[in-house]
């Protein structure tokens, strides 16, 4: 793969990892094995990153919505998590990169928390990039949240509610500091946001592919960046004539 990244790559990137259990299905093995091997096509795009000019990648890892899930693959996944941030640990430091989380980690079970927190800390100082985790994450609970506060503040007299801006709002949020995504991609053939970064992705744009995420290649990865960068934004206005 070429290291010189197309001209207009995106600066941050969402994924919605989708296809792990199909994966496995149509193998005729456990849907687990789909979500470890969902786990070094991480690595593999992580690695990829930096010479595509990515400098801020979220990966939508573990939504409210999944605990829905049987309790043995739910407990699979957070023991996963956990071997995913032992094991990549020598990877992050190497590469640079710094380890964020996104969303209501107080749920998240030891020891994963705590190794979570651990690598977050450790990497805090990284400075070639950003790896998002997004856990126990949804959008619109985020939003209500982030409006709690707001609220809070203008019932406790600290801000008028005519002070409440986008950028405020923004700031509430528990991607504050982060720049918005610029491309959004989805494995797996499916069509819609599924309540990640509703907020932040208002401006994204989409890249969707059939492939399922096991099998998501950095070639793949390569060819919706260069997507990314023949795309036109706007952001409301009009093209250049």
């Known amino acids: 793969m070429s290291e010189q990244p197309p001209k207009q790559a995106p600066l941050h990137v969402g994924m919605i990892m989708d296809g792990n259990g199909r994966w496995a299905?149509?193998?005729?093995?456990?849907?687990?094995?789909?979500?470890?091997?969902?786990?070094?096509?991480?690595?593999r795009i992580l690695e990829a990153c930096p010479g595509l000019g990515v400098h801020w990648l979220t990966?939508?890892?573990?939504?409210?919505?999944?605990?829905?899930?049987?309790?043995?693959?739910?407990s699979?996944?957070?023991?996963?998590?956990?071997?995913?941030?032992?094991?990549?640990?020598?990877d992050l430091d190497k590469q640079r990169i710094r380890l964020n989380a996104i969303g209501g980690l107080e749920r998240i079970p030891e020891p994963a928390r705590t190794r979570l927190f651990e690598t977050m800390a450790a990497t805090?100082?990284?400075?070639?990039?950003v790896l998002t985790l997004a856990l126990n994450y949804g959008a619109r609970s985020e939003i209500v949240a982030a409006t709690r506060r707001l609220a809070e503040e203008v019932?406790?007299?600290?801000?008028?509610?005519?002070?409440?801006?986008?950028?405020?709002?923004?700031?509430?949020?528990?991607t504050a500091g982060m720049p918005d995504p610029d491309l959004i991609i989805r494995t797996s053939g499916?069509?819609?946001?599924?309540?990640?970064?509703?907020?932040?992705?208002?401006?994204?744009?989409?890249?969707c592919t059939p492939t399922l995420w096991p099998?998501?290649?950095?070639?793949?990865?390569?060819?919706a960046v260069e997507e990314f960068a023949r795309r036109g934004r706007r952001f409301g206005g009009l093209a250049n004539v």
């Open 155 to 174: 019932a406790a007299g600290r801000l008028r509610p005519d002070e409440i801006t986008e950028e405020r709002l923004s700031g509430a949020l528990s």
């Open 25 to 43: 299905k149509a193998r005729a093995l456990p849907r687990l094995a789909g979500h470890r091997a969902g786990a070094e096509t991480i690595r």
């Open 59 to 74: 990966l939508y890892a573990f939504s409210t919505e999944n605990w829905r899930r049987p309790d043995d693959e739910v």
């Open 124 to 129: 805090r100082h990284h400075d070639r990039g």
């Open 76 to 90: 699979g996944l957070m023991s996963l998590l956990d071997q995913f941030l032992r094991e990549r640990r020598k």
């Open 215 to 223: 099998d998501f290649s950095c070639d793949e990865f390569r060819r």
């Open 190 to 207: 499916e069509m819609r946001l599924s309540n990640f970064l509703l907020w932040q992705a208002s401006y994204a744009e989409f890249w």
